[in-house]
Structure formats: C-alpha cells, structure tokens
C-alpha cells in the first residue's frame, strides 16, 4: 500500500494532478501552475550534470526569481559540476541548496567497503547512492510539498511512462513535477542555446549526463544517452532510486 500520508488535500489540485490535463500543457505552463500553487515549498532537482534541469532552473527563474533549486553534493562529482554551480549562483544571483550525505554513513561504507566500492557489485553501488543521493534527497523532500524533475520519456526504458505531473508515493506522497516529460534531448538543447543558459562543460567532451566523476563516462556518438552512467550495469538496473523504488534499481 503507497505511503499517501503528504497527498495534497486540496480537492482542486487533485483533480489537476490525477485528470491528465497537464499533458497538454508546455513546460512553462506546467512551472507557472505548480510555482504559484506550491512556493515555497517547491523545488527544483537539478544535478547540474544534464541540460534538462539547467533549462528547467531558467525557466523557474523566468517565472519567479525567488524560486528554488537544490543540488545532492555526493562527494564524488566532478570539478567541472562544481564550477557550474558557482557559475549558475553568479549567472542567477541564486542560492543553490547544496544537500551533503550524512559524513558518518559515508565513513562507515567507505571503512567496511572501500572508497571504490562501486565497481564490486549492484549491491555495493545501490548502496552508494543510497547513502550519498538517495538518504539527503528523502531528507530534503520532507520538508517539501512539491519537486520538480528534469526526466524525459525517451532517456530510457525506466522512464518511459513518466507523466508530466504526478503524485510522488516513494516520497511519501507530495507533488513531483516533470515538464519535460514530453521533449527530446533537441528540444532541451534548442532551449538552452536559445536562452544562452550555462551548462556542464563535460558535454562538450562527450559526456551526455554527468553524474559521480568514478560512474560517468563519455559515450561514443549514436549511443544511447545514458549509457555512460554505471555502463557495466544492465540497463534495467540503471537509476540511483532517486526517480524510482529503491528495490527497483537504486542506481540520477
Ligand atoms: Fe556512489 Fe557512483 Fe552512486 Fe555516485 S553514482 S553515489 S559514486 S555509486
């Protein structure tokens, strides 16, 4: 039975939520709806390792500059996620919510596993992530009504049927928001050129979404866009458990 217990009571934004009229609606429409219904108790995920929630991040500050965006700090990102979210802090004049892992979780896996612990097996990975992204994104979600996700339907088989508005059970039932649900890595690149918005420069170096420096690579042109995450993983199992139950895949 999925925990309901932070479902929005409003009878009017249920009905939104559940009726699917949000799938014909465009990003901007989406944000605006979801900012004036939720603010501030609604945030942006963005990895600063893709180009979605770097045009999602635009957008919102279009709609309201006051809106907010949080990023999970793992330890393990690379320097150039790091200049990016200063660059973004400057570009914006934005508070970026730097959410750490619990340090002495961290130094318990790292003591008992090793550092690279990663590469041994899904275990030790599903591990990782739950202690360095999947715990401190849980923790930040509780103190939210509504997120906001940069997921695309064609990034993969484990988000082909993400709905551009829906009610979020593996967190306890507040509101996630996808309004990009709909688009195509073109369109969000034809979005970020357009706005002149910055992005992760690793992109330039063939790197689709860059995730922890040990679990990104760069991909060959024609793979498939997520294929440089976790690549010695069958695709099924590729996602942190940010987006998805923990049971089914904890590897964003
Ligand atoms: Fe750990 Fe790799 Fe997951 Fe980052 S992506 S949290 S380094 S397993």
């Not at 039975?1 to 932070?6: I, K, V």
């Not at 004036?36 to 600063?48: E, Q, R, T, V, Y």
């Not at 440089?228 to 695709?235: A, K, L, V």
């Amino acid at each position: 039975m999925p925990d309901q217990s932070r479902k929005p009571t409003d009878p009017r934004l249920l009905r939104f939520i559940t009726s699917g009229e949000a799938e014909a609606l465009g990003p901007q429409e989406i944000l605006t709806w979801a900012i004036k219904n939720f603010h501030p108790g609604i945030a942006l995920s963005c990895s600063f390792g893709a180009p979605e929630g770097l045009a999602l991040l635009d957008m919102m500050h279009r709609i309201d500059p006051r809106s907010r965006v949080f990023v999970l700090d793992t330890g393990r990102l690379p320097q150039a996620t790091y200049d990016l979210i200063d660059r973004v802090r400057e570009r914006y004049d934005k508070e970026v919510e730097v959410l750490l892992p619990r340090a002495e979780d961290v130094q318990e896996m790292v003591r008992a596993r090793g550092v690279n612990l990663f590469y041994e097996s899904i275990e030790n990975r599903q591990l990782c992530c739950r202690l360095r992204k999947v715990e401190p994104l849980k923790r930040h979600l509780a103190g939210l009504d509504a997120w906001v996700s940069g997921l695309r339907r064609d990034q993969g088989i484990t988000r082909a049927d993400t709905p551009k508005v829906e009610i979020d059970y593996i967190h306890g039932g507040l509101v996630k928001v996808n309004p990009i649900a709909d688009w195509t890595r073109d369109d969000v690149l034809a979005y970020v050129q357009a706005h002149n918005v910055p992005i992760n420069r690793l992109h330039a170096e063939g790197y689709p979404s860059v995730g922890c420096e040990p679990c990104s690579r760069a991909v060959r042109p024609g793979e498939d866009e997520r294929s440089g995450r976790w690549w010695w993983e069958q695709p099924e199992t590729r996602e942190c458990g940010i987006h998805v139950g923990e049971e089914q895949g904890s590897g964003i």
